[in-house]
């Protein structure tokens, strides 16, 4: 009988870990041995805005401001600009592509998925995540990119 058990032990085992993959991929909520899809932004300017699901103490208020603002301005101005959500710590190919170090980010990106605006959320800044700043560099980009 020992010897029987000892032939079934890779098996059990190969179970375990597969149990265990499993169990990661419901807890990240996408498949762990699979890359994320890139986000398709239709050729269209977009404001990508970039969080974490923790922090420290320090930065947890600026999580909740930016949530909030982007949350009342995605409601008012969704049809002259796309705007999507991302937790950095679920996406690492999105932080190398746009190159960010930390989060909240917010980034404008033109209809080629450039870069053209960027800013990080600084706790003792009074006007962080100013979101007039943000309809002017948006009514700016989508005016050039109407003249072209």
Request: charged letters at 25%; one cysteine or more; hydrophobic letters at 50%.
């Amino acid at each position: 009988m020992a010897g029987l058990i000892q032939l079934h032990k890779p098996r059990v085992w190969l179970l375990v870990a597969g149990v265990i993959v499993l169990l990661l991929e419901v807890k990240v909520g996408r498949p762990f041995l699979l890359p994320a899809s890139p986000p398709d932004f239709g050729n269209q300017p977009a404001l990508l805005f970039f969080n974490n699901k923790e922090g420290c103490e320090c930065v947890l208020p600026l999580y909740t401001k930016a949530d909030e603002v982007i949350a009342v301005w995605t409601s008012n101005k969704s049809a002259r600009i796309s705007v999507h959500r991302f937790i950095l710590d679920e996406r690492p190919d999105l932080q190398r592509r746009y190159k960010i170090e930390r989060a909240p980010m917010l980034l404008l990106l033109d209809a080629d998925e450039q870069v053209v605006w960027r800013e990080w959320g600084v706790a003792s800044d009074p006007n962080v995540f100013d979101l007039a700043r943000v309809e002017t560099k948006i009514s700016l980009l989508l005016a050039a990119a109407s003249s072209d």
